[in-house]
């Protein structure tokens, strides 16, 4: 019965390289949320999921953050051409409505830009 | 628009003590309410939620929180505090658009002083 996974834990990059984050929801679950912790911040809302639908990412930067829930496989947030600014922590939930009361986080993934 | 406001960034008790965490919110609308708890590189772990059933709300590792309405209130308590609560608080609501995303206040850091 596993949680909701998210790879890699750590991630380094350069700036102006890519980050590919990957989570995979609890099974049976099928909408995703992605939060993003900047360091001593609360968590900020980016992007709510359904499989292959993009619901609500009224808190996605405009430019170089894309999101993805394919029908396979796990959701992928894609930052393209990190800067400093985007090192932080990446949540993910998951969730089997989309009221967000029964929602379950991963352990996030670390991303420092250097 | 729904928030939360956390007063108090760093609370420090002594092993035994009261703990209480303050959460106040802002909602136009019934809400849903939550508190988190994260510890050192780890996710986030819900300690207890309020959807409108009971007033207090008892969760998990003996914590407990009371919604009270009149002063838009839902703070966090514990009788007696143990070392291993030492961890970063989070107190959240559901926010705007029916989409299940949640809204986390700055969060509290709970120190626990033997």
């Known amino acids: 019965n596993a949680g909701v996974m998210q790879n890699p834990r750590h991630l380094v990059r350069r700036r102006g390289q890519e980050a590919r984050l990957r989570c995979s929801p609890m099974k049976g679950h099928s909408h995703v949320y992605w939060y993003r912790q900047l360091p001593e911040e609360g968590l900020k809302f980016m992007v709510y999921?359904?499989?292959?639908?993009?619901?609500?990412e009224s808190g996605m930067p405009k430019e170089r953050f894309s999101a993805e829930f394919p029908k396979e496989g796990p959701s992928i947030l894609r930052i393209q051409q990190v800067v400093r600014g985007d090192s932080a922590a990446y949540f993910c939930?998951?969730?089997?409505?989309?009221?967000?009361?029964?929602?379950?986080f991963g352990q996030g993934t670390r991303l420092t830009v250097v | 628009a729904q928030s939360v406001t956390q007063l108090g960034s760093h609370v420090s008790v002594s092993e035994g003590a009261l703990v209480l965490l303050r959460c106040n919110y802002s909602?136009?609308?019934?809400?849903?309410l939550f508190w988190y708890v994260q510890y050192p590189n780890q996710g986030l772990q819900l300690l207890l939620k309020?959807?409108?059933?009971?007033?207090l709300v008892k969760g998990i590792n003996g914590f407990e929180a009371e919604f009270k309405k009149s002063e838009t209130s839902f703070h966090l308590t514990k009788p007696s505090a143990h070392m291993s609560d030492a961890a970063e608080y989070f107190c959240?609501?559901?926010?705007?658009?029916?989409?299940?995303?949640?809204?986390f206040g700055q969060g509290t850091t709970l120190q626990v002083k033997p």
């Open positions: 999921l359904q499989k292959e639908n993009i619901i609500d």
């Open positions: 909602s136009s609308v019934p809400p849903y």
């Open positions: 959240a609501v559901i926010g705007s658009g029916n989409t299940g995303k949640l809204i």
């Open positions: 309020y959807t409108s059933a009971a007033t």
């Open positions: 939930a998951s969730s089997n409505t989309d009221r967000g009361t029964e929602a379950f």
